[in-house]
């Protein structure tokens, strides 16, 4: 997939879907499925585009750094997969956040992106001070006969998809729940390096997985999960997020221990799905007790994950 954050370098003309698609979940997926369309239905060569926001309008207007649950790798592999060619990552500077709605429309998405479709979620914002609706485009746009599609929010169980409620669930540790709202599991994708080495000691060594500094990390504790990227089917393991308390830890690791499988990971890229939440991070009185309590987690979560 071609990725530019360059306008005078972005593949024309294009159908574009429009947003910050942070997660790429389900709504996402609604939004993006337009420009889809009407690639297949294209008679010219048209170019299915993503454009969204880099950085985050939110982290440009409070100067403090936004996680992600899709940091900018993993975006571009979920996008890959659904199909899209093209992703734009649009610079957020003062510049664009004071073009009014109307100027945003003719000079981005016209003139530089030569947009044929539009596609954007009903409560979509624009323009300086987001004075700009998902309305509004349409009725500007229509003035050069582009056609732009509203997809309406999407419910689950009730609840809306959004990358907000996404995050909440895996605030509170409930991983089938973001999972449901995502459309897939939630992953934490990283290269793995050189940790304590503590787990050796005990017998249950781990792979410490550095994370990109912009990644969203769930609650604390321990989880049972998958790994892509050990061996060629994803592989059963275990994920502690958390200090380390029972050893004294200082600062917040991620590390995982892989179920019936050995091997040096030193440096290799893995991605780690989450599954389930067993429990919280604890202090243990020993080194044994520790133990003890890591060889529960792993039956616990051998078991769980051959149920799912």
Known sequence: MWVTSSLTKALTPTAVALGNFDGVHRGHQQVIAPVLAKKRQ?????????VTFSPHPQEFFTGKRRSLLTPIDQ???????????????????????????QEFVEQILIQQLQAQSISVGQDFCFG????????????????YNIPVTIVPLHTCEGDRISSSAIRQALEQGDVQRANLLLGRAYTL???????????????????????????????????????????????????????????????QSVEIHLLDWSGDL??????????????????????????AQIQADCEFAKSILESL
């Open 128 to 143: 300086k001070q987001r004075s700009g609706k998902a309305t509004d485009l349409q009725a500007i746009a229509a003035n």
């Open 266 to 291: 030193y440096g290799k890229a893995i991605a780690v799905q989450l599954e389930k939440f067993i429990r919280p991070e604890q202090k243990f009185a020993s080194l044994e007790e520790l133990k």
């Open 42 to 50: 294209a008679t010219q060569d048209l170019h299915s585009t993503v």
């Open 75 to 101: 975006k571009v592999e979920q996008l890959e997969r659904l199909g899209i060619e093209q992703l734009v990552l649009l610079l957020f500077d003062r510049e664009l956040a004071c073009l009014s709605p």
């Open 189 to 251: 994708a990283g290269t793995v390096v050189t940790g304590k080495q503590i787990g050796r000691t005990i017998g249950f060594p781990t792979a410490n997985l550095q994370l990109p500094p912009e990644n969203f990390i769930p609650r604390q504790g321990v989880y049972a999960v998958r790994v892509v990227g050990v061996d060629n089917s994803p592989v059963a393991g275990v994920m502690n997020i958390g200090n380390r308390p029972t050893v004294s830890g200082m600062s």
